[in-house]
């Protein structure tokens, strides 16, 4: 066998590919759905913690500057298993899906909030007033003066934090979530052979390059009004 | 005009920043279609007077009536009295994200809630009066400061104010584009708008203005028709600044 056959056949082997895409085919499926509910709840989270912590509550406040530093703090995979493998001693079973899609929703929210928080500040004083003279209320101008302007500054940390997070459904592996990469480590260990993970590489490009994509063309189409 | 009912009383005024006395006992009357001109040294407190006119400042002590009702009180709409007396700032503070268009109409849709037609009628017809009417399409960023502060006057009026008030709405422009502003404000006096204003445009002042109030650290030291500060000042302090402000 020559070296490049026996590349073709550890990662590139026709008959496993044959028989196990319909396995990657639904993990990504799978993967696609924890990454969009991720994306969606996190973000919508995020954005509601900035605009409550907005409203300048001390006892409101507190709780969210400790929720969002220990979720910045803690890796995702800590919370998984404490939430996978603890919360039954207590009683409280959750499926895999719903620990993972809690657990990276509650991280993105954090980092999320962060990246709002800053762009709200970032919002001169000046808008505010403005809005308020003229009879907006706080959340009135919030929505219609300061958001617009403060997601602006957010677009492009935002991504970056949404593409790094969304990727660790991955970790839905050690739990059983049968993701992508759970159902290629699978197909992998039973055929022996190296191929289902190149298959799952390709899937997961073929999954976020386009939101990489999509994430430099609003970055593109925000800075460009930028004045 | 004969008779001018006052439409804002200030009375006895008092605001404190932690503990910094910005206010101390202002007492001040407007009647209906006067301007009231406020000048004096920086950090002598026109700002938070104006800011305590519209709410934007809650006073420590003293009241404001405005067309009799006190906007002081603790329990009252400050939304409803805030969209009745208009704000004009010296930085223009317009909305970047929205045409001149979008800026008048935001209020007059959210606040007012009229229906997207009869806003956009509306905020031609305030572009118009402030000459901007073929710029209603353009943002912020397309335009310069003096027709940026005239869409903010434009934004203000919409919503037909009862009072509007200028913080030194030309202090951030060019001087060769003061005059087009200057101008609009001109123009709204002679349609029997109530203004104050905060300026160091004396000469406008004199020109235009039918009081002058001059404050110093939280205090009205003297204040009169223009003719009578600025020719025949009594106060020491007054003519010293205004020596210096020419000078
Ligand atoms: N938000 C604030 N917090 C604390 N102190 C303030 C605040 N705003 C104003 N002050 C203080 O109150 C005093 C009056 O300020 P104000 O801005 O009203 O003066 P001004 O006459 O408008 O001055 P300028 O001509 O510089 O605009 C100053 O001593 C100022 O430092
Ligand atoms: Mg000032």
């Known amino acids: 066998m020559t070296r490049f056959d026996r590349f073709i056949d550890t990662f590139f082997k026709p008959e496993v590919m044959q028989q196990y895409w319909p396995d990657i085919v639904s993990g990504l499926f799978v993967t696609c759905q924890i990454a969009i509910l991720v994306i969606v709840s996190g973000i919508s989270l995020g954005l509601a913690l900035a605009i409550l912590r907005s409203y300048g509550f001390k006892v409101i406040n507190l709780p969210i500057v400790i929720f969002v530093d220990l979720l910045r703090a803690l890796p995702p995979l800590v919370l998984i298993l404490i939430l996978y493998f603890g919360l039954p001693n207590l009683g409280i079973n959750l499926s895999g899906f719903l620990v993972l899609w809690m657990v990276l929703t509650l991280v993105l929210a954090a980092f999320a909030e962060e990246i709002f928080w800053a762009g709200i500040l970032s919002v001169p004083e000046g808008q505010w007033q403005a809005a308020r003279s003229t009879g907006l209320g706080r959340f009135q101008t919030l929505i219609y003066v300061v958001i617009p302007q403060a997601v602006r500054m957010t677009v492009a940390p935002l991504t970056n934090r949404t593409i790094a997070i969304t990727k660790n459904t991955a970790l839905g592996m050690v739990i059983g979530v049968p993701e992508l990469l759970n159902q290629a480590t699978t197909a992998q260990s039973f055929a022996a052979n190296a191929t289902p993970l190149m298959m799952a590489t390709i899937a997961y490009l073929i999954l976020f390059i386009p939101v990489v994509y999509a994430g430099r063309r609003l970055e593109k189409a925000y800075a460009w009004r930028r004045h | ?247």
Do not use: W
């Open chain 2, 1 to 247: 005009m004969s008779q001018r009912l006052p439409i804002l009383t200030i009375d006895n005024l008092h605001l404190r920043y932690g503990d910094v006395d910005a206010l101390r006992g202002i007492t001040l009357e407007a009647g209906t279609g006067e301007m009231t001109f406020l000048i004096g040294p920086s950090g002598s407190g026109k700002s938070s007077l104006l800011r305590c006119c519209n709410r934007l400042e809650t006073p420590t002590s003293g009241k404001i009536y405005v067309d009799g009702e006190d906007i002081t009180q603790r329990y009252i709409n400050l939304n409803r009295v805030r969209r009745g007396i208009g704000m004009v700032f010296q930085s223009f503070n317009l909305y970047p994200h929205m045409s001149a268009k979008g800026n008048v109409m935001l209020a007059l849709r959210k606040v007012l809630g009229k229906s997207r037609a009869e806003a956009e009628a509306i905020a031609l017809k305030q572009l118009e009066r402030v000459g901007l009417s073929d710029r209603a399409g353009h943002y912020p960023n397309q335009l310069s400061g003096g027709q940026q502060q005239r869409v903010a006057i434009a934004r203000s009026l919409a919503l037909e104010p009862k009072i509007m008030l200028f913080d030194e709405p030309t202090s951030a422009l060019d001087p060769e584009l003061v005059g087009e502003v200057l101008k609009v404000m001109r123009q709204l006096k002679d349609d029997g708008m109530t203004m104050v204003v905060v300026s160091h445009e004396m000469r406008f002042a004199k020109a235009a203005s039918d009081h002058v109030v001059f404050m110093a650290e939280g205090q009205i030291v003297e204040a009169g028709p223009p003719a009578q500060i600025f020719d025949e000042p009594v106060a020491e302090r007054t003519r010293t600044f205004l020596q210096e402000a020419y000078h």
